[in-house]
């Protein structure tokens, strides 16, 4: 399959290529030239799937044109070798908790998943000594950095806001060594993503060494995001659920809503999305007015979600060919403070004893708003929230416990470098590696 570039300036490239260079040379995203649509009896027998079984078919329907059979299915195994992601009743409607991978975040498999397939190209191209940079406002670095710890050949640069991820989140990627390093800016994820966005573009650093990235701006990162989805709807059916599927996403950079409408776009039957934004609601502000503006970014609980200029919003205008009509009949947001959220979190415990993180809660909240009779709601809890514990035991009130995983992070040091938002700095940086 070929991808091309939502800018539209550069021919279109092969997988191996758009998973190596992670941003097109117009500074466009990569769109695969056409989405599969499984087959009826894939979703008729869906539910008697394992979690990787399901994932292979999905895998297979978009990379299984570049990438051997018997390869492709041991990198999905091996990303999927965690806790299948279990969905749980909240107050009737249905929580996806896809805090089961090492670093208690979605976006673990998305993170496994490119790692090893970048290390398949890359063997398979003889290259060696290839950077990764990834900017992160909080659950990307963590997943990035542990999915490609040790992985031979490959160095990675994780980007983060100083003062603005939380500790753990900080230790999971800032203690590991190896062949990770870590880059502490004095700015927003705005920052860090422009950053990385530069280096792509700047012809002596592309001359010097090999760069790509592993933001959901990569397909190879947000593609597999979709295996959730299916995952959702497998267990729903076993349930017996019926009715119209509505399905509430804690929107940041926007890779998990656009992984969930390709799944959509694939024949999964979601009927709905809700997008939920914290105060960083440029999205919101798109889908009522039709004019999107973005800003820079503000900090608040929902820190993952901090982006005032989320990359794949391109992607989701290129999916809808640009008609705001359609992305408006098919996607609904919400948009919550600091209060709001923190309500919501204290609400939920004290009525049901589930414990939402920030982010969780917007979804949990918009879909509670806006799921109407009928219908079937599933919100995605992105993260564990004990990554937040500062931020969450405050507000319920509650000792949180923290799973074993998280605990060895916190007995690191850490270790990171101090970084400037001037991009000449950053090159600097990188030329002198």
Do not use: W
């Not at 994932?55 to 195994?77: C, I, M, P, R």
């Not at 659950?139 to 992985?151: E, H, I, K, R, Y």
């Amino acid at each position: 399959m070929k991808y091309y570039s939502t800018q539209k300036q550069v021919s279109p490239v092969g997988l191996q290529q758009a998973v190596v260079d992670g941003l097109a040379a117009d500074r466009g995203l990569f769109m695969p030239e056409q989405i599969p649509v499984l087959p009826a009896d894939f979703f008729e027998n869906i539910d008697r799937m394992s979690f990787q079984e399901m994932s292979y078919q999905v895998a297979h329907a978009f990379f299984g044109a570049d990438v051997e059979a018997d390869v492709l299915k041991d990198l999905v195994y091996e990303t999927l070798c965690f806790e299948t992601p279990l969905v749980r009743v909240v107050d009737s409607i249905y929580s996806l908790e896809l805090f089961h991978g090492p670093t208690a975040a979605f976006k673990d498999v998305g993170a496994r998943f490119m790692a090893r397939l970048l290390a398949y190209f890359i063997q398979k191209q003889g290259q060696s000594d290839v950077h990764v940079l990834v900017a992160t406002s909080g659950d990307t670095g963590s997943a990035v950095a542990n999915g490609f710890l040790g992985v031979d050949g490959i160095r990675v640069h994780v980007l983060y806001p100083k003062g603005l991820v939380s500790d753990i989140q900080e230790k999971q990627f800032t203690t590991l060594g190896q062949n990770i390093r870590s880059l502490e800016v004095d700015g927003t994820f705005d920052d860090c993503q422009a950053l990385v966005k530069s280096a792509f573009m700047d012809s002596e650093l592309k001359a010097h060494m090999n760069l790509t990235s592993a933001n959901s701006i990569n397909v190879a990162r947000f593609l597999p995001q979709a295996f959730y989805y299916f995952n959702a709807y497998a267990q729903l059916k076993r349930a017996g659920l019926q009715g119209p599927l509505v399905v509430s996403v804690p929107s940041g950079n926007f890779g998990n809503l656009t992984a969930g409408l390709f799944a959509k776009k694939m024949g999964l039957p979601i009927e709905h999305f809700i997008a939920a934004n914290n105060r960083n609601d440029i999205f919101f502000e798109y889908l009522k007015t039709g004019t999107y503006h973005p800003r820079p970014s503000v900090a608040t609980l929902a820190n993952a979600m901090d982006v005032g200029d989320p990359s794949n919003f391109a992607r989701i205008l290129d999916l809808y060919k640009h008609s705001h009509a359609d992305i408006a009949s098919e996607i609904s947001g919400a948009r919550y403070d600091d209060r709001q959220i923190a309500d919501c979190m204290l609400e939920t415990m004290r009525n049901t004893g589930y414990q939402l993180d920030p982010h969780g809660a917007c979804g949990y909240r918009a879909l509670r708003e806006q799921l109407k009779e009928g219908q079937v709601g599933v919100f995605l809890e992105t993260a564990h929230p004990a990554k937040f514990k500062d931020t969450v035991e405050p507000i319920i009130g509650q000792k949180l416990e923290i799973p074993e995983t998280l605990q060895q992070f916190m007995n690191g040091v850490k270790q990171s470098i101090a970084m400037s938002t001037r991009f000449e700095d950053f090159k600097r940086y990188l030329l002198d590696l």
